[in-house]
């Protein structure tokens, strides 16, 4: 069984940086060929596809995030890891892991983490 965890602050303040970690369970983050993604939720805009690095750890990001959105990895944890930088209190969202394929499609990926929840303020 493939499981994800998220993991992180629950606060951070305007102007710093989140980092969340993905923890995998189950599965190879270096398998062939799936990618792991970065995915953020609010009432208000929705399902936000972020990023994701591959399975060879060649990173891809949204054009809304990629300016201040890094993706890395450890493969000897078996853990990947969302930095964004200055936030501002409209990145208060749930913040969720997810495995999919090539193809960046949020309602197709098969395993999520259970999210979590992240709010930006002073």
């Known amino acids: 069984q493939v499981q994800l965890q998220e993991s992180g602050p629950f606060l951070v303040k305007p102007s710093q940086t989140l980092t969340l970690t993905c923890t995998v369970s189950?599965?190879?983050?270096?398998?062939?060929?799936?990618?792991w993604n970065w995915i953020r939720q609010s009432p208000g805009k929705g399902f936000e596809w972020m990023g994701a690095?591959?399975?060879?750890?060649?990173?891809y990001y949204s054009p809304s995030f990629n300016s201040r959105t890094s993706i890395s990895r450890d493969t000897s944890k078996n853990q990947f890891t969302l930095e964004l930088n200055v936030v501002t209190p409209e990145d208060t969202a749930s913040y969720y892991c997810?495995?999919?394929?090539?193809?960046?499609?949020?309602?197709?990926?098969?395993?999520w983490g259970q999210g979590t929840q992240v709010t930006v303020s002073s």
């Open positions: 690095i591959a399975y060879s750890g060649s990173t």
């Open positions: 997810a495995r999919g394929g090539v193809v960046v499609n949020v309602g197709g990926m098969d395993y």
């Open positions: 189950g599965e190879s983050i270096e398998t062939k060929y799936y990618f």
